[in-house]
């Protein structure tokens, strides 16, 4: 059955993938953004789906200040994507990172339970955990978050857990590292990053290398929330799933990016610089529960993302890699957002 699903954050870099996706599959879909990067997301989609208009409704506001009982009106279904994302970006201003990752958090998990949605998906991160030894860590593990933009992912997920899913019927995601090409795009994460690197300079910077960094194709990641929104409540309500695909270290995603661009591209040799770091966060998570309880794997790689990224920028889509609406913090430092 067609689901009335809002998307909170539904015009960010996952959210400008997901939508489309939820709109093919005949869902309606609300959509609840600042639309800091831009109110054309989704201009190109509805261009060639004139169809899905009548199911798309998008709302400009600040989760911190607007009627999210009103959003929420008629929706069976809750997609909580809106965040001040990545450590860097959180670090700018962390006050602005509080009030709309935790403070605000809590006004939109308490509208959807006086609205009584039926289902509310949160999006965390896989950084929860921290830095940990074991090759695999799954979902059962501690966390122990080293950021304020993982320790307060960390305080949503306390905070949920904390409902009853009779009154509001959770689950929770922890997303390894978004990659690969979306309509609002993001070149301010790792994959991203050393790929238009490549592409635009013939040479790639790796600060350290050792790191393991979990990553997942944006189109993994998008498919899993739209088979959230149909799964039965009993497979899913009120449980925890990591979302990941193959763990790669920094030094391997270089040496996948230079192989690929010189095969396709026909390039010279891709130039890897190696910088000392005091940064060897790493991060190795395990998808074997959300495997064998929803039959949900990764079903592209880091090699997909990297291929994705250079046909968009071959195709003229990504005309200048440097402009400020790629990177969060450029955008938010222009806007003065507070």
Same mark, same amino acid.
């Given at each position: 059955? @067609? ?13 400008? #993938? ?11 879909? !609300? ?18 789906? @004139? ?72 999006? &965390? ?16 593990? &501690? ?10 992912? #960390? ?5 949920? !857990? ?12 922890? @997303? ?33 290398? &050792?790191?393991? !960094?979990?990553?997942? %194709? ?67 998570? &395990? ?20 291929? %994705?990224?250079?046909? #968009? ?9 440097? %402009? ?15």
């Amino acid at each position: 059955m @067609p689901k009335k699903i809002l998307v909170v954050g539904g015009a960010g870099y996952v959210g400008s #993938a997901l939508v489309p996706k939820l709109l093919d599959a005949g869902h309606y879909v !609300r959509v609840l953004d600042t639309f800091w990067f831009g109110e054309d997301v989704f201009d190109g989609y509805l261009s060639t789906h @004139p169809e899905s208009q009548k199911l798309f409704c998008p709302l400009k506001g600040d989760i911190r200040t607007f009627d999210l009982e009103a959003a929420m009106g008629g929706i069976d279904t809750v997609i909580h994507l809106a965040c001040i994302s990545n450590d860097p970006s959180f670090e700018l201003t962390p006050s602005l990172g509080r009030s709309i990752n935790y403070d605000a958090f809590l006004k939109v998990i308490a509208a959807a339970r006086e609205k009584k949605v039926e289902r509310f998906i949160f999006a &965390s991160s896989s950084s929860v955990y921290g830095v940990k030894n074991t090759p695999d860590v799954t979902e059962e593990m &501690s966390l122990e978050p080293l950021t304020d933009y993982s320790k307060y992912k #960390a305080f949503c997920e306390m905070e949920l !857990r904390m409902i009853p899913t009779d009154l509001l019927p959770w689950v929770i995601i922890r @997303p390894a590292t978004v990659c690969g090409y979306a309509p609002r795009l993001r070149l301010d994460l790792a994959v991203n990053i050393l790929t238009m690197a490549a592409l635009t300079k013939g040479k790639i910077t790796v600060f350290g290398g &050792s790191q393991m !960094r979990p990553n997942i %194709h944006i189109d993994d990641i998008t498919n899993l929330y739209v088979q959230l929104v149909e799964e039965p409540d009993e497979k899913i309500i009120g449980k925890t799933f990591n979302a990941g695909g193959v763990n790669h270290s920094i030094d391997t995603i270089a040496m996948l990016i230079s192989g690929i661009i010189k095969q396709c591209n026909k390039a010279k040799d891709i130039e890897i610089e190696k910088v000392p770091t005091n940064d060897l966060r790493s991060y190795h998570i &395990s998808s074997e529960k959300i495997r064998h309880e929803l039959g949900w794997q990764a079903k592209y790689g880091v090699q997909d993302a990297i291929v %994705h990224l250079m046909k #968009a920028f071959n195709a003229g889509l990504i005309p200048d890699p440097s %402009h400020p609406k790629y990177s969060n913090i450029k955008t938010m430092q222009i806007l003065k957002v507070q």
